[in-house]
């Protein structure tokens, strides 16, 4: 059973700090990483895509990924109210579907 | 340049009952997967089809079953609906060599 785990929160953090947000994966055989935020009553909506070990940037978003570990963060810097949103884990390896965290809720104070 | 897209938004359907959903790709898009998301869940993988087939399948009952059209475009039907099927429906479509998934805005079905 491909796992993928994260911690339900709620995550509390003040608007303009630094939002640390984990997963880790049971497949060592995954290939593909992704994080997707969900508003809620609304769809997910992919924000980074990450495929390699290290840090991939992209605006205020920094995606992070340690295979050995199997361990994949997104940081959001200079959080903003509008982050506010639950934040969802999702793992592919080659020939599999999509795998999802049950998602991290994010609330930035204000 | 549309996204995905899904209908309906949201759909009361009774017990026993069956229904069908609908999703259409983003341009471009040959690959269109389905996921039911239940309240404070994360979306469940049921199926996937690419080429008109069934690719793959999650672990859900054949009470769930799908289809491809040429176009692309997909439906979800779920026959002798339970309350528990009660859920957001999620479409997401890609590229069959892309990874990257984009979802649909969802259909909210509520079985009464």
């Known amino acids: 059973q491909k796992e993928v785990e994260q911690n339900s929160g709620p995550l509390s953090v003040p608007e303009g700090a630094i939002a640390s947000l984990n997963c880790t994966y049971s497949?060592?055989?995954?290939?593909?990483f992704f994080w997707y935020r969900q508003y809620s009553g609304k769809s997910p909506e992919l924000i980074m895509s990450i495929y390699s070990n290290g840090d991939k940037e992209d605006g205020r978003f920094t995606a992070q990924l340690n295979k050995a570990s199997q361990y994949v963060s997104l940081l959001i810097r200079d959080s903003q109210p509008s982050d506010s949103a639950t934040y969802l884990c999702?793992?592919?390896?080659?020939?599999?579907?999509?795998?999802f965290g049950k998602g991290t809720r994010l609330s930035v104070i204000a | 340049d549309a996204g995905v897209t899904q209908s309906p938004t949201h759909l009361i359907k009774t017990r026993g009952q069956q229904v069908t959903l609908r999703c259409s790709p983003k341009?471009?898009?040959?690959?269109v997967s389905w996921y039911q998301q239940a309240l404070g869940q994360g979306p469940q993988f049921i199926f996937q089809y690419y080429e008109e087939e069934e690719r793959q399948r999650g672990n859900f009952p054949d009470r769930f079953s799908g289809h491809q059209f040429p176009n692309y475009s997909s439906e979800l039907n779920v026959n002798a609906l339970l309350l528990g099927d009660s859920a957001l429906y999620l479409c997401a479509s890609s590229q069959s060599r892309v990874s990257e998934a984009f979802f649909g805005q969802g259909t909210r079905l509520t079985v009464v």
């Open positions: 497949d060592r055989g995954s290939q593909s």
């Open positions: 341009s471009g898009h040959d690959t």
């Open positions: 999702a793992v592919k390896g080659r020939n599999t579907p999509l795998v």
